[in-house]
């Protein structure tokens, strides 16, 4: 089965600094590896997939997360936090073959992000 | 266009009770997810629906079941709830079905059960 490892639940940086956020992915094919960011009382919004179209993946608010099969890592980053950028992000996978003909995402725990002004 | 709606968007209910939580996908989105977030933990996937027809379940009980109907929109239905059922509900949809599909989640639906 699939996982995924989100470590650190609570991150905090200060404004205009470097975010690292941190995942490594457990899977026995190659992955899909995705993103989610959450703010307060709202759904999921996607910032960036991997599809192994390219190892770098760029996306939205200046986001992006380098796929290193070697490490089984997808690591977030940007180079300078903004307050707006404060909110929960899950780490997720899919493409288990046991899930064949569906997209069923195994998420991680969370990682919350503080900005600190 | 207008994004995955869920309806209602808060729902307090009892033990025992029953509860229909409703989603309409993105338009020309064929596949619906449904999605269980306990408070404090990642989501958990509960149901997947494609043209009509269940492509995947969850580890969860029988008393969760869900229909998709013939305009992908998608209704979960929860029997005698526990207070352990009390968490944000998400429904996402995607164009097709299939592993790497991007989803589109809504803004869920908060049930509590007391």
């Known amino acids: 089965a699939q996982s995924v490892t989100q470590l650190g639940s609570h991150v905090s940086v200060s404004e205009g600094a470097l975010v690292l956020l941190r995942c490594n992915y457990s899977?026995?094919?190659?992955?899909?590896l995705f993103w989610y960011v959450q703010y307060p009382n709202q759904g999921l919004q996607l910032l960036l997939k991997y599809t192994s179209a390219a190892t770098l993946v760029k996306g939205i608010n200046g986001f992006e997360a380098e796929f290193k099969k070697s490490e089984t890592s997808f690591h977030l980053t940007k180079p300078s936090a903004h307050m707006s950028d404060a909110a929960e992000y899950f780490c997720a996978v899919s493409g288990d073959p046991a899930n064949f003909g569906n997209e069923k995402l195994t998420f991680g725990t969370g990682t919350r992000l503080t900005i600190i002004p | 266009d207008a994004g995955v709606t869920q309806s209602p968007t808060h729902l307090i209910k009892t033990r025992g009770q029953q509860v229909t939580l409703r989603c309409s996908p993105i338009?020309?989105?064929?596949?619906v997810s449904w999605y269980q977030q306990v408070l404090g933990q990642g989501p958990q996937f509960i149901f997947q629906y494609y043209e009509k027809e269940e492509r995947g379940r969850g580890n969860f009980p029988d008393r969760f079941s869900a229909r998709q109907f013939p305009n992908y929109s998608s209704e979960l239905n929860v029997n005698a709830l526990l207070l352990g059922d009390s968490a944000l509900y998400l429904c996402?949809?995607?164009?097709?079905?299939?592993?790497?599909?991007?989803?589109?989640f809504g803004p869920g639906t908060r049930l509590l059960v007391l």
């Open positions: 996402a949809s995607s164009f097709q079905a299939g592993e790497g599909k991007t989803q589109y």
């Open positions: 899977s026995s094919v190659p992955p899909y």
């Open positions: 338009s020309g989105h064929k596949s």
